[in-house]
């Protein structure tokens, strides 16, 4: 996702930009005058300084000071305004400790510490160089939604100056954004905060489904999401894996997928004198089982590199999710309470008090990490408050997994002389994480899944997972005694089958009642999906087409030999995007749901006048949008 992306499916705030634009520059030029607060226009100085409990033009219903506050300050202008001059001329340049001059004066004027009134009464003669978000922690949100969204080289926020983080946005802003002037942007700060974090509700709605789908997996093991055309299952498979921080394998089925391909079998192979000879392999599903063993026992094969700090990282969102660890004590003595963000990441939130959860991603940590590649280096690290402490602390926690697992392996090695492995591994070496293997097996039907899957029929039962439900493979026989599998196949309790099928593909094999129940089966529904459009199309689009697909699949599901089952999915109406048919219904019928509607209906007699009533549909539900919208 790019920044131009979201801007072009917002309208600007109209209004409020005009008034900034009307405003903002001759706050500055009597900013530049050195004019007692007497000698500024009256309604300008109104809207600068005094304007409280509604909008004002530099920011939206923040940043006030009390009457009494205002008094004071009014008071001694002849000191604030040599300070107002001097960044008013500055709109190039950001002049830091004249920041901090103003903040100290302000302090003195004031009950409280009057941040927000502050950063609103420097950002108010600078628009070139700081945003109109004023208040501290929406800054930090807007940070924080841009980073976990996806976007591209968003700044890291720097937790001891807004001034600093205001800049930084600001420039991002103008980086990634067509502009003619940075009062061209002045709204995009807050409708961008504003528009990601109803993305954001959006997918935690979501992600409320995405566990249910989770739910179902890990108490089945198997499960297979069955649907019309396009409701995106095979999407949904790899991102309830991705949710699940699984580890995924994906393979698709075909009819000449075999046996050999998914469990083992024998392959040519060349020996030195160039004679062709053949040799057993593993399939991919094989493998697979093997790695998720490796992973199960906490161990991994002497092949395999060493755990990364993001594995590491991933080990703790896993004790935090599951309760294991739920606090955390900073260098300062502070405790904060550890979460799971619904995008995944870890998040800190103060203990004692009602402040925001606020994200310590993994992006933060490797690069605190970069400068910081040992545990003894963090102590010289000076960051006070907010994500950075927290940042430094997780760091140090990782470290000392790291550390200690070390030594967990320092002291297996010696061991290995008196014990057999099995003992040591279990005794010495037990890891209490285990992670998620997902095998995702796309369009399953289309392979005639009684050869490929053979005797692994027993083996993938939950019921049988594990080395209960071990069974001779076809070439047993074959096998090397030192081979996890040398004695019988299993399926490891950590591994899970993700499987899609189209149960309408007139193509592909049927699977046959032993296996059927072996999976626990769940219907993807057109309407389960409309986050696919939400996430890529425009609003106005976005609605249109959401209206279509309902009138259109109502008229399927009531039409005789069709039915549900011949839904049309949103992913169809995806090619309506700005990067393909942008918007164009027309175009979309003509070369997609047309053609697909003759295929449901062939060898019908009446399919020329079905399709035609389907069409005069799907138009007449357009029509219905656009006399809607002209209303």
């Not at 107002?84 to 950001?94: F, G, M, N, T, V």
């Not at 302000?106 to 510490?113: C, K, L, S």
């Not at 991603?361 to 994500?387: H, M, Q």
């Not at 399953?444 to 594990?466: H, M, Q, V």
Request: proline residues 3%; neutral net charge; glycine residues 6%.
């Amino acid at each position: 996702m790019e920044l131009q992306d979201i801007i072009n499916k917002i309208d600007i705030w109209q209004e409020w930009h005009d008034n900034y634009c009307y405003f903002v520059p001759k706050f500055i030029e009597s900013a530049k005058t050195y004019e007692s607060w007497q000698d500024w226009d009256k309604d300008l100085f109104y809207e600068f300084f005094e304007r409280g409990g509604d909008q004002c033009v530099s920011s939206l219903r923040l940043g006030y000071f009390t009457n009494e506050e205002k008094d004071r300050i009014k008071k001694d202008w002849s000191k604030l305004a040599p300070m107002l001059k001097e960044i008013a001329e500055s709109q190039d340049q950001p002049l830091w400790n004249v920041y901090d001059q103003i903040k100290s004066f302000i302090r003195q004027h004031t009950n409280q510490d009057r941040k927000t009134a502050t950063n609103r009464l420097i950002a108010s003669l600078q628009p070139n160089l700081l945003c109109t978000i004023v208040q501290e922690g929406y800054l930090m949100e807007t940070f924080t939604l841009m980073e976990e969204v996806g976007l591209a080289n968003v700044p890291k926020y720097d937790s001891t100056s807004w001034f600093k983080n205001s800049f930084l946005l600001l420039e991002y802003f103008k980086s990634n954004i067509k502009h003619d002037s940075a009062f061209d942007l002045c709204t995009y700060a807050w409708q961008v905060k504003e528009y990601l974090k109803n993305q954001s509700v959006g997918y935690h709605q979501s992600m409320e489904n995405i566990k249910k789908y989770i739910s179902l997996l890990e108490a089945n093991k198997n499960l297979v999401l069955t649907g019309a055309p396009g409701t995106g299952k095979t999407y949904l498979a790899k991102k309830i894996a991705r949710t699940m921080r699984a580890k995924i394998e994906f393979v698709q089925f075909h009819p000449s997928y075999s046996y050999t391909d998914f469990v083992e079998g024998l392959r040519p192979v060349t020996n030195e004198d160039g004679q062709i000879g053949f040799k057993r392999n593993d399939g991919v599903f094989k493998i697979f089982c093997k790695e998720a063993i490796c992973n199960e026992k906490g161990i991994k094969e002497t092949k395999d590199e060493p755990k990364k700090l993001h594995d590491y990282y991933d080990i703790l969102a896993r004790r935090i999710k599951h309760g294991d660890v739920s606090e955390l004590s900073l260098r300062n003595g502070k405790k904060i309470n550890l979460q799971i963000s619904p995008y995944g990441n870890i998040q800190g939130c103060p203990k004692h008090s009602k402040g925001k959860p606020y994200s310590i991603s993994y992006n933060r940590i490797s690069k605190l990490a970069e400068k910081c590649p040992n545990s003894p280096l963090l102590k010289y690290i000076k960051l006070k408050g907010g994500t950075g402490s927290a940042c430094t602390a997780v760091l140090g926690l990782l470290y000392t997994m790291r550390d200690e697992e070390k030594q967990k392996e320092e002291e297996f090695k010696a061991t290995q002389e008196s014990l057999c492995f099995e003992k040591a591994y279990s005794e010495i070496l037990s890891l209490p994480d285990s992670r998620s293997y997902v095998f995702i097996i796309d369009e399953i039907n289309r392979g005639e899944l009684s050869k490929i899957f053979g005797e692994l029929f027993y083996a993938i039962d939950p019921g049988y997972r594990g080395k209960k439900g071990k069974v001779k493979t076809q070439y047993q026989n074959l096998i090397d005694k030192k081979d996890e599998f040398a004695d019988g196949f299993y399926v490891p309790e950590n591994v899970y089958i993700l499987a899609t099928m189209n149960d309408i593909d007139r193509s592909v094999e049927s699977m046959d009642f032993a296996m059927r129940r072996r999976f626990v089966w769940k219907e993807i529904k057109p309407e389960d999906r409309l986050d696919m459009l939400s996430e890529k199309l425009s609003p106005n689009i976005c609605g249109k087409a959401i209206r279509v697909m309902t009138a259109l699949n109502k008229a399927i599901t009531n039409s005789r030999g069709l039915g549900k089952a011949y839904q049309i999915g949103p992913a169809y109406f995806l090619k309506l995007s700005e990067d393909n048919y942008n918007g164009d219904f027309s175009t979309l019928w003509d070369l997609h749901i047309e053609v697909l509607l003759y295929d449901y209906l062939r060898g019908y007699s009446n399919a020329d006048a079905k399709v035609e009533e389907f069409k005069h549909i799907y138009f007449e539900s357009l029509n219905e949008i656009k006399d809607t919208i002209d209303e």
